[in-house]
């Protein structure tokens, strides 16, 4: 996985393989402190993030608070690594539209359920409609119970 730190001053790649990829809706828990936000500190050592949710939650950032910088200070004290997403992930992204079209995923939900599937890792998130898809990916809610549904 190649996967840089939001929150150094100079990025650099990481190596460690991740356990937790966390959605954009798990990020902003964390960010604003809302309920499932300890969930979310507590993994984030061993945590990483997609590009796609990382620009999916800079952008409702922006969107909310009006600043760029604001945007990119809050972004950077989560310390999140986050993964590049290349072609093999738009590739799975796109071919999990067929399994998940029922439940509404969007782009980004399914480009970290991609992330997750390929890192053998479990998907965090606050959004309920990823509940018991079977897609081979663990998911732990940030809002409900803390075992995992697949």
């Known amino acids: 996985m190649n996967c840089l730190k939001t929150g150094a001053v100079k990025s650099k ?88 079209r029922a439940r509404g995923l969007s782009l980004g939900d399914r480009a970290c359920m991609a992330l997750a599937r390929r890192e053998q890792a479990t998907a965090m998130t606050a959004d309920h409609a990823w509940s018991n898809l079977d897609i081979g990916v663990e998911v732990q809610l940030i809002r409900s119970s803390s075992r995992g549904m697949r």
């Not at 959605?23 to 984030?44: C, K, N, Q």
């Not at 004290?77 to 986050?82: I, M, Q, S, Y």
């Open 13 to 100: 790649p990481s190596l460690s393989v991740a356990k937790i990829v966390l959605d954009a809706s798990a990020l902003l828990a964390y960010i604003h402190g809302e309920p499932g936000a300890e969930r979310v500190a507590a993994v984030l050592d061993e945590a990483v993030i997609s590009a796609v949710n990382l620009a999916e939650a800079v952008t409702k950032l922006v969107l909310t608070t009006g600043s760029t910088d604001r945007t990119l200070r809050l972004i950077a004290e989560a310390e999140v690594d986050v993964a590049d997403f290349d072609q093999r992930l738009a590739q799975e992204t796109g071919a999990l539209a067929a399994v998940t």
